[in-house]
């Protein structure tokens, strides 16, 4: 039988939401998870840090021995640790990637350098792009290709709508916000003749 620690294509979202409610308030979840994250030294007090990425990897990697028995065989040998690299990379957009966010016209400004949006940050390199991975609650599509993965959190996050939402306490909200930005990366947000009533109202303005 599974341990409820192990990463399984059915748990993963359960673990990342049980994981996110932890950051913002340890009292919201069981003690035996709360134990548990403590156990690894997983500190509640900061959300996206070198030192959370290698954290979590090691949590996850240790638990990551028990696999679901239906998985398909590629899913079954996808590295835990690579796995796991993979979900903080889609968090990191959701966190930061608005600083990347091309968010002036007339380019004045040079755009931050964000370390955590690089896959290399999280050990992730060239090699591992054509790799097929687990998206976790990455809104749209179950599984890709690291090089998918990427255009998708780049194309929502850093295109030119600054989406800042992860500060927000009810992850049903977060959710919502998701659903509507990532399957369409982004795009088809507004149709044809609300941008021309925007641009009215700009002009107008």
Same mark, same amino acid.
């Given at each position: ?7 399984? $294509? ?23 998870? *709360?134990?548990?994250? *403590? ?24 638990? !990551? ?33 608005? *600083? ?22 999280? $050990? ?11 998206? $976790?609650?990455?809104? $749209? ?63 107008? !303005?």
């Amino acid at each position: 039988m599974d341990s409820p620690f192990s990463v399984t $294509g059915e748990n993963l979202n359960y673990i990342e939401e049980l994981y996110n409610s932890y950051l913002k308030n340890p009292e919201s979840i069981a003690e035996e998870w *709360r134990s548990y994250f *403590r156990k690894h030294g997983l500190d509640s007090t900061e959300v996206i840090t070198s030192e959370y990425h290698k954290q979590a990897e090691t949590l996850m990697a240790e638990k !990551a021995k028990s696999k679901n028995k239906n998985a398909t065989a590629e899913s079954s040998q996808v590295d835990p640790v690579k796995q796991v690299a993979v979900l903080q990379l889609i968090n990191a957009y959701r966190f930061r990637g608005h *600083r990347r966010a091309n968010l002036d016209p007339l380019n004045q400004y040079e755009r931050p350098k964000v370390p955590e949006l690089s896959p290399e940050f999280h $050990g992730l390199f060239r090699e591992d792009m054509g790799k097929t991975f687990n998206t $976790g609650s990455l809104q $749209g599509v179950e599984e890709a290709t690291l090089e998918e993965i990427l255009n998708i959190v780049k194309s929502t996050y850093c295109q030119n709508i600054g989406a800042e939402y992860m500060h927000i306490v009810e992850t049903s909200e977060k959710r919502w916000i998701q659903q509507r930005l990532e399957p369409q990366k982004g795009n088809g947000l507004l149709d044809d003749d609300r941008r021309k009533q925007l641009l009215r109202c700009l002009i107008a !303005a």
